[in-house]
């Protein structure tokens, strides 16, 4: 059956038959003109709004509905865990052609409250829209923020210590591997781990980036989205820094044998250029080197440190364990120019 | 100059140039992986989403980017004032074709300053991408509301009155006028309070909308956008009431004579099946009808009383000067179905 056949109002009403709301903070939630939430008494808010659209940001060869749903979402969540953030309440806007099938679109729906439920956040509302290009979702996450915790992009200092959480480079591993793959159609099933799963139903550091921002340890942090290059990149430039960059101590990760003929390059250049990972980049003061190492045993977190920060002036630098040091260009993932600094990286790999 | 020329961190750092921040409760604004704003004490939250799609939505060849700029915004603010809340806060997500001149998106962005502006709300942050498809505009504006002042769409009561504020069915003319024309692209200049101007730049009722619920008048509140029927339609939906309307009670647009050649309908037929007039409609309790007289004499509000809520049973009818009784189909505007209940109208015209 057609989304046709149900009309714009039955698919309001299916979204919420599927959201049950429960949520004490939720006033008013999905199907009046606006939603009404209570914001939390003395903190801040945070806002932040996505967009995952075919073609652009994923091709239906080799993602499901129900992926489309999750990380449409996942990215937006991603953007609140970088500020230090608990995300709380989703709005939802899908446009998708006329002739899509309400399985399909359920798919999406399900995907959808699959992360919401797993990050104890509520859908609010939304908007459902005829698409006369692909399938189009818009996601807006609010967020609630303790004073104080928050963390921007532009508070690293010169001296700061650079730091990732997770591995980074999976993500990038698991589009090129699914660019290649001739059988994609035929496994709906994602073993949870992989280099697909990684790429296709990202888990953002929320946990990580509230013990970061709570403690005041980061200084600045952002989510590696574009790429650990381009991202470190927007670090710098709003912190008026440089940074440097010890290339063998970024966490890769470990491709087995059947699956290196499979990629172009090594994980060193998916892990700088690539994007998606939605771990979390981050510069703590020197001086908490020590806590953050008590607090990320205690708290179970599993983060690398990568660099430090210099002056604005000398750039971005990477050394690689060779000693050799080389200037980067940032590159990393921009939408309109769609080039990446891919010039030095061909020595690398 | 296109777009691909100053790329995606270009394009946001001309957004930022644009956008000046100084509302004292924005923590931080553009450019950043969340925006943080100091939610108003012991105000609720308001939150809506709403998107505008080239050819779903409108046509560049009757649209200037300005334009698009413009109602994409507007419409919602319109979601906001139709709960009766102010807007506060906006997020902007643009996907445009890499092929778009900086020149058309300056034209957006300066839709978007000037009702912004006008409105008193600021942009705090959003998206830009890539879109294979045409240009897509989506809007989340934050408002805030005085507890206690909210309107949803579910208050209505058996003996409320139906009233609705300003004109009905303009923009819709105004739409049809534009369909029409051949010399659009060569009238730049768009007549303030004509029908193209009332389609192409609404004007969202949120002064009225805060008098409505702040004096706790309003029962039950939308804003017509799918047309007063299909409106309507949601209220008695979500009130579980029907309605009763005196059709010579809408107040309509006068159309001059030169223009009634290229109309099709009458104005009854743009006012209750048209749409996009961002009027609102609300209902009251019968025992205030005297005080909302007195309030909107004062405030210089204009409102007209149409009908008054029956029970559920009776759907909604239409009673003609005649004194025929119709019984309608809400009908209006469903994107995915595409029907208006344009069966008795013929009658009507």
């Known amino acids: 059956m057609y989304i046709g056949k149900i009309g714009e109002h039955g698919l309001i009403r299916r ?12 006033v008013l939630g999905i199907g009046d003109d606006a939603a009404i939430i209570k914001p939390a008494p003395g903190k801040l808010l945070l806002l932040s709004t996505d967009t995952l659209r075919e073609d652009i940001h994923f091709k239906k060869r080799y993602c499901t509905f129900y992926d489309i749903g999750w990380k449409a979402v996942a990215v937006s969540i991603s953007d609140i865990a970088a500020m230090g953030g608990m995300p709380r309440h989703l709005l939802l806007s899908i446009a998708v052609p006329r002739k899509t099938s309400v399985k399909d679109l359920d798919r999406v729906l399900t995907g959808v409250a699959d ?15 005829r ?13 609630e923020l303790t004073r104080g915790s928050g963390v921007a992009r532009s508070g ?28 994609i159609d035929s496994a709906p099933y994602i073993p949870k781990g992989s280099f697909v799963a ?16 709570t403690n005041r340890l980061a200084t600045a942090m952002i989510d590696i989205s574009d790429g ?18 010890h290339s063998h101590l970024i ?18 250049f998916y892990a700088l250029y690539g994007g998606e990972d939605y771990e979390l980049l981050f510069t703590i003061r020197r001086k908490d080197k020590g806590r953050l190492e008590a607090i990320c045993k205690r708290e179970g977190l599993k983060v690398a440190f990568i660099g430090e920060i210099v002056p604005g002036e000398k750039g971005i630098t990477i050394v690689g364990e060779d000693g050799v040091e080389r200037k980067m260009h940032t590159g990393g993932y921009d939408h309109f120019r769609n080039h990446r600094g891919k010039v030095w990286l061909e020595r690398f790999q």
């Open 15 to 26: 979204i919420q038959s599927k959201f049950p709301q429960k949520d004490q903070t939720v």
């Open 115 to 129: 992360i919401t439920a797993k990050y104890g956040v509520t859908l609010i509302g939304g908007n459902v829209s």
């Open 131 to 143: 698409s006369k290009g692909g399938v189009t979702i818009d996601t807006t996450v609010m967020g």
């Open 156 to 183: 690293a200092s010169i001296g700061d210590l650079i730091y990732v959480t997770g591995i980074i480079g999976s993500s990038a591993i698991g589009l090129s591997l699914l660019k290649t793959s001739s059988d």
């Open 198 to 213: 990684d790429h296709l139903r990202p888990a953002p550091r929320v946990r990580e980036g509230i013990i970061l921002g």
């Open 228 to 245: 650990l290059l381009a991202d470190l990149g927007h670090i710098c430039e709003q912190s008026n820094a440089g940074a440097y960059i």
């Open 251 to 268: 966490p890769l990760p470990k491709i087995p044998n059947r699956l290196k003929r499979r990629l172009a390059k090594g994980p060193l």
